[in-house]
């Protein structure tokens, strides 16, 4: 037995993770393949039965992981976008809530005849539009910071809020108290929300505080906060059942916003983390699933789920904003994308078996109907976000972006031969004369300190994949590319080589960590002195169009030997900085960018340069 469970549990993280992998690699949400194992792990191969498997230990399981889900979510949540977005995300999380839970509730009483006690409980989950399905969403829409910021506040605020009123309604059923509904559900939120706040704040601030002192060592701030939020969930819950998740929202949003030196690498611990658990949740609770209550369900149950889909988000979206600054392509994104994710399921299974013990025989249809809508808005909206955000302006439409810190009068150039190439770019620098060139030529510029936190504020650095660091000092580059590194990925952050590195021994304590920065680029020798030096000397960059008659090898065959590869652009519209990746295959090229000498002669160069 104990060998089947040691089995089971590495073949639910294995596969977890191997799907992730896939659907990075496929341009795919995650999610979906996700659905789709824990299908095939459960009702059709029978390898997994969670609910025989682990027994009791499977709510508390699930529970727990959404503490830490939310928790997470609650880390990228700051002030600043609240201050930006407050009257929007204030009506979503109010007016919208309402709406939706109006509108959810009575139709499933009156279209399909359920009782009032799951018809409302049933309109409480649907509220909910969680960050297990929201954050892999917008990484793959490559959102404008705007919309990003208020789907992420919405879906991760909302999650605890539609956990509690399903909590708060139930408890209310059970007691039969002589209180109004009305009147329970406001008292039970007014509790939650003041036992979460004193609980998760207080707690937090003593975190940050002890952090500051440094009464913490490094190794163990991660594993404290990891017990923190166990520690606010049980105790919320105490109090208030299900508080616990508004606790642990509170408390990772309480964190993002004190300023910690080591926030960057609690966040990527918890990213690690969240990752290892809404994979094997979302398999699990997959798993758990008889599809034959799917096929049960009547015209009208798949006729509620529609107008979910398509007519009560649109309509409490735009209802709620009204008199708001959001704009309407802004409103347009926010009324479609409304994927429901872990918190829906888990409530949904749990609350869903605990109505049929007391006798609503009905309850039977909330499972089914909260996973039916899972599937149906992680596959429409999962596979659309992208595309509607290009559509509608929200998003780049450019695969890559290109971030350059420092303005030389060589990197201003680089800037423009780049933008000429309809690749969008960006020129940082904290002084504001070496940005008047680009300036000039209509380079968009950012003035300031990119390690900055302010940076983050007013940047939409999502539209930005790569970095490239080239000013002239050499460790400044290093600690740029490393702090970006997590974010972009390693092989997107580029720095100049560092000078006479040739020269040192493999040995030497001055020669630069490969483990630390971003890819060296270009050559041996090609450095921030080098580039000064010759483009005094009037050397500049030429970009090469390659067809089908002037091919690569025709390139490198009349290419001067002077000339510098500086990178190639795909004909997807991506960009490799040389040296560049081997597998690229010649015929996928469609510009090659190099730095040339002055009065080159051009026609031994290209057929057609520009």
């Not at 605990?354 to 596959?379: C, N, Q, R, W």
């Not at 680089?414 to 060139?437: C, F, H, R, Y």
């Amino acid at each position: 037995m104990n060998h089947h469970m040691a089995e089971l549990l590495a073949s639910i993280l294995i596969v977890g993770i191997a799907l992730q992998w896939i659907g990075w690699r496929l341009k795919i949400p995650a999610l979906i393949l996700l659905i789709a194992a824990g299908f095939i792990m459960g009702p059709v191969t029978g390898w997994l039965n969670p609910s025989e498997d682990f027994g009791e230990l499977l709510q508390p399981m699930i529970a727990l992981s959404v503490a830490v889900i939310l928790f997470e979510g609650g880390l990228s949540l700051r002030w600043h976008e609240l201050k930006q977005n407050s009257r929007v995300i204030y009506r979503l999380i109010t007016w919208s809530v309402l709406l939706t839970f109006a509108f959810g509730s009575l139709s499933v009483h009156y279209l399909i005849g359920v009782s009032w006690p799951v018809s409302l409980i049933f309109g409480a989950i649907i509220i909910v539009t969680g960050p297990t399905v929201i954050m892999p969403l917008l990484k793959q829409a490559n959102l404008k910071k705007g919309p990003s910021s208020l789907l992420r506040w919405e879906g991760i605020v909302n999650d605890p809020i539609g956990a509690l009123l399903v909590v708060l309604i139930y408890g209310y059923y059970v007691r039969t108290e002589n209180e109004t509904l009305a009147l329970g559900v406001f008292i039970g939120l007014a509790i939650s929300l003041v036992v979460s706040l004193v609980l998760s704040v207080s707690l937090g601030l003593f975190i940050a505080r002890s952090f500051r002192k440094g009464l913490v060592p490094e190794y163990l701030k991660s594993p404290l906060i990891l017990v923190a939020v166990l520690l606010v969930y049980t105790l919320a819950n105490k109090v208030q059942s299900e508080a616990g998740l508004l606790a642990t929202t509170i408390l990772g949003i309480t964190l993002a916003n004190q300023n910690l030196k080591t926030l960057h690498e609690l966040k990527r611990f918890k990213e690690y983390v969240t990752i290892l658990l809404v994979s094997s949740t979302f398999i699990v609770l997959t798993a758990d699933i008889d599809p034959e209550i799917i096929k049960h369900l009547q015209w009208q149950s798949w006729l509620v789920l529609a107008l979910v889909i398509f007519i009560f988000r649109p309509l409490a979206v735009y209802l709620s904003t009204i008199g708001t600054d959001i704009s309407k392509q802004e409103r347009a994104l926010l009324a479609w994308i409304a994927p429901r994710g872990i918190v829906a399921a888990s409530v949904a299974g749990l609350f869903g078996s605990e109505l049929s013990k007391i006798g609503y025989a009905d309850a039977e249809l909330l499972l089914p109907m909260v996973f039916a809508l899972i599937i149906m808005t992680v596959l429409l909206h999962g596979l659309t976000i992208g595309w509607l955000a290009r559509k509608l302006n929200l998003a780049s439409i450019h695969p890559d972006g290109i971030m350059i810190v420092g303005a030389a009068d060589w990197s201003t150039r680089l800037a423009v031969e780049l933008q000429k190439n309809d690749i969008p770019v960006m020129l940082i620098d904290t002084q504001w004369a070496q940005l008047e060139s680009a300036r000039m030529q209509n380079i968009p510029i950012h003035y300031g300190e990119v390690l900055s936190e302010r940076t983050e504020e007013v940047l939409e650095l999502a539209h930005f994949t790569k970095l490239v660091a080239v000013t002239p000092n050499e460790a400044y580059n290093t600690l740029i590319c490393s702090l970006f590194a997590p974010e972009l990925g390693k092989r997107n952050v580029y720095e100049l080589r560092w000078s006479n590195v040739d020269k040192l021994s493999d040995e030497s304590v001055n020669k630069p960590s490969e483990a630390i920065g971003g890819d060296r680029l270009f050559i041996d020798g090609v450095d921030d002195e080098y580039f000064k030096k010759t483009y005094a000397e009037g050397w500049t960059f030429k970009s090469t169009p390659l067809t089908e008659e002037y091919t690569l090898d025709d390139y490198l065959n009349s290419n001067p030997e002077c000339t510098k590869l500086i990178c190639l652009i795909t004909k997807a519209g991506f960009v490799n900085f040389y040296p560049w990746d081997q597998n690229i295959e010649p015929e996928d090229i469609a510009i090659l960018m190099s730095y040339v000498p002055p009065q080159t002669d051009t026609k031994k160069i290209n057929s057609g340069e520009r």
